[in-house]
């Protein structure tokens, strides 16, 4: 039986116990709740693909706490796309694909060698991630297809798909304003938007004008 905790400090300790651990937890995050693992856990990342029953064809999102640490695992692009999204909308609801370093800590999270990198606003998710030392590999928290598109992973919902499998569970949802999607850009095959969500194309236009 998974714990339960609220989002206070001692117990976002006691998460981030967990994942150190190899432990695969549910969190809020700034749209869907999520499962996260550490991502240089190969056992962790794989419980976490069993729980989802996801391809393995599909890698995770890295997800870091600081906006400038995307730069230890993905490229920057030749025109700045990248960083000017990054200094516009981080920390929020936007993923960008990039060209992978090789600090990416699992083939898990790579796919013909780019990254999806993201970094979160939901105070409960950087508080846990500050007690870890590097990055989580995190999914929506839904058994794979069978959601649609439109619903937004919360609380319950999360339980009712994995939280009988997870080892530690941060009570909380994602803010009252979120959609289902986090916005995707890839910039390492565009710039292109691979996926609108919170993040509009007009919001992004506004900062780089090439979408």
């Known amino acids: 039986m998974a714990l339960e905790l609220e989002p206070t400090p001692a117990n976002l300790r006691r998460v981030a116990d967990c994942v150190r651990e190899g432990g695969v937890v549910l969190s809020p995050s700034d749209t869907n709740m999520a499962l996260g693992v550490d991502a240089a856990n190969e056992d962790a990342i794989e419980r976490l693909y069993e729980i989802k029953g996801r391809s393995r064809e599909k890698p995770l999102t890295l997800f870091v706490r600081d ?47 780019t990254v999806s990198i993201g970094c979160i606003a939901n105070p409960a998710l950087r508080e846990l991630m500050a007690h870890l030392d590097g990055p989580l590999a995190m999914s929506s928290a839904n058994r794979s297809g069978t959601v649609d598109d439109d619903t937004l992973i919360d609380l319950e919902l999360a339980r009712e798909h994995v939280g009988d499998r997870v080892d530690a569970i941060v009570v909380g949802d994602p803010p009252p304003s979120a959609t289902q999607a986090t916005t995707i850009v890839d910039i390492a095959d565009g710039p292109r938007v691979f996926r609108e969500g919170d993040v509009t194309a007009a919001d992004l236009n506004d900062v780089v004008d090439v979408f």
């Open 67 to 113: 906006p400038a640490d995307w730069q230890q695992y993905g490229r920057p692009d030749d025109a700045g796309v990248a960083q000017r999204l990054v200094d516009a909308f981080w920390p929020g609801p936007l993923f960008l694909i990039v060209a992978a370093t090789d600090q990416v800590p699992h083939e898990r999270v790579q796919l013909d060698g």
